[in-house]
């Protein structure tokens, strides 16, 4: 299922936090967003998830107009991971992943044996089974960010949003999660900070600056030193990972004065 970011624009109280970004998910990628803090990448992702209307252009789903399905549809095909995902009561972590199936259900309707067997994968998948029984307050901000992630399979989403997914996880869980992505099947639109890690995980790479999209295509062709240092204003080498053959970058800790 393609998705399609089609001359988005957002303007809140006369300033435009994103300006005619267009930008293709094609089925089965996976599209990372970078750039620096305040680009738009968050802005983007919450019109992609409905939390936001775009002021001009759309969001589109195999052609069609996001705004045009019901909520309940929308939620059926895009699922979620936020930056303000965040549990404040203390649910269980089971009936937090069970929250997932929400959009399937008419009501009140219990879970039936499908909708628990499904919960129960997600949380295999994401190797939280053993948190199960646990309120979701007692734990760590990477175990949250994993029931998180579980919930939003449980959707079984046709594509998935991610902001800043890698927060909070540590090295090996980082690395598991992008894997995870990258052979999960589903359409993914990413946002993340870590360059490198966005080099591995990406299929294509998307940089946004001041709300605009100003360099869109493979990761070996956007992340130049050039651009890291006029986007991101950091001197840094480029170097081939000997081992994927992803670009890889070394920081310079010199300011570079832009």
Known sequence: MDLQLDGLTVVTDGRSLVSELSLDVPSGGVVGLV???????????????????PSAGAVRIDGDDLSGLSLRRSAQLVAAMTQDGAVDLDFTVEEVVALGRAPHLRGNAALGPRE??????AMDRLGI???AARGVLSLSGGERQRVLLARALTQEPRILVLDEPT????????????????GADLTVLVVLHDLNLAAAACD?????SEGRLVASGAPEDVLTAGLVRDVFGVSAEVVTHPGSGDPQLLYSLTPTGG
Not at 35 to 53: D, E, F, I, M, Q
Not at 175 to 181: A, I, K, P
């Open 35 to 53: 750039g620096p803090n305040g680009s738009g990448k968050s802005t983007a992702l919450r019109c992609v998830y409905r939390t936001l209307r």
């Open 116 to 121: 628990r067997e499904l919960c129960e994968a």
């Open 129 to 131: 089974r053993h948190l």
């Open 167 to 182: 927060n909070h996880l540590d090295v090996r869980h980082q690395v598991e999660l992008l894997s995870f992505l990258r």
């Open 204 to 208: 294509r790479i998307g940089v946004l």
